[in-house]
């Protein structure tokens, strides 16, 4: 059964009124955040994903089905799924922390860079506008690929075929065969 604050923040969200969202946090957020704060086990790190839930409700607010699952319900899976998103990227992050101990980067002398490739952002120019735009997203801004189908708003599979046909492009200026 429907509490009347449930139906009254239910028919705010599907008219769009911003009060929805105040409403929302007043009832929800404290048990919202004892949530994912469980599975953060970090506070900074949950009180953002708190923050990005609400946003999460406020965008997907006219997908509401009352039919289908209670308010909280709705509430809570969008609230862990956020949490959870936050465990991945994070872990991901960390992954991806730069070993200086174990970078060679600080070892590399003159003669162990390609003369023929420090010239690549000229050679770019030289192939189509459509690969060098995925390719300078890519190498030189250091996007991830989702990240520049994102950026870009070019799909995914898209952008891994340019990055594939572009790199071959490249292959034909600095290893003509």
């Not at 048990?31 to 970090?42: A, D, P, Q, R, Y």
């Not at 600080?106 to 420090?118: A, C, F, H, I, R």
């Amino acid at each position: 059964m429907i509490t009347p604050i449930e139906k009254e923040i239910v028919g705010l969200l599907q008219k769009g009124d911003k009060k929805a969202i105040t409403l929302l946090y007043e009832n929800y957020a404290d048990t919202l955040f004892g949530v994912i704060l469980k599975i953060l086990n970090n506070e900074e790190l949950a009180q953002d994903a708190l923050q990005e839930t609400f946003i999460k409700v406020w965008k997907k607010a006219k997908s509401y089905n009352a039919d289908k699952a209670k308010l909280f319900t709705w509430l809570y899976r969008i609230a862990y799924n956020t949490a959870i998103d936050k465990v991945r990227s994070q872990s991901n992050k960390d992954s991806k922390e730069v070993q200086i101990e174990a970078s060679n980067v600080y070892k590399l002398t003159s003669k162990g860079l390609n003369q023929d490739v420090m010239d690549i952002k000229t050679h770019l120019k030289s192939i189509d506008k459509k690969y060098q735009i995925v390719i300078n997203a890519l190498f030189f801004e250091g996007m991830t690929q989702q990240e520049a189908s994102d950026e870009l708003e070019i799909p995914l599979g898209t952008i891994k075929s340019r990055l594939k046909i572009g790199l071959r492009e490249l292959r034909k200026i600095y290893d003509p065969k």
